[in-house]
Every structure is written in structure tokens, then in C-alpha cells.
């Protein structure tokens, strides 16, 4: 297995990590605003993906329409 990981690109691993980064401050952010647990989200955003990013917009959408 390690050796399965030292063969991807070192491009892959920094678009990944770009991605994981704008998805957390993303999340933060919205959090920040809308006041629900921003460092939860963001922490939760630089784990993993889509998944938080899917979950936040569900629960948010919720929140509005109450």
C-alpha cells in the first residue's frame, strides 16, 4: 500500500489539499455567519469531502425554513 501512495503525483496531493482548504473555509465562514458552530464545520470540511459540504447546505436549508 505505501507503495500504491508514493506513486501518485505530487500535483493530485496539492489539489486535494486546495480542495479540502476552500471547502473548510467555506464552511467556516457560512458558519460564522449564519452563528452554528463555525470551527465544528471547518474542522469537519478539512476531513473530509463532499460530505460536510453536503450536510451543512441540508441543515441550513432547514434552518431557513423555519
Not at 464552511?27 to 464545520?41: D, E, I
Request: proline share 6%.
Amino acid at each position: 500500500m505505501v507503495k500504491s501512495i508514493k506513486k501518485v503525483p505530487k500535483g493530485v496531493w496539492t489539489s486535494i489539499a486546495a480542495l479540502l482548504g476552500a471547502q473548510a473555509t467555506f464552511l467556516f465562514l457560512g458558519a460564522r455567519k449564519t452563528g452554528r458552530n463555525p470551527w465544528v464545520w471547518g474542522g469537519a470540511g478539512l476531513v473530509q469531502f463532499p460530505l460536510p459540504a453536503i450536510a451543512y447546505f441540508i441543515l441550513n436549508r432547514q434552518e431557513k425554513r423555519k
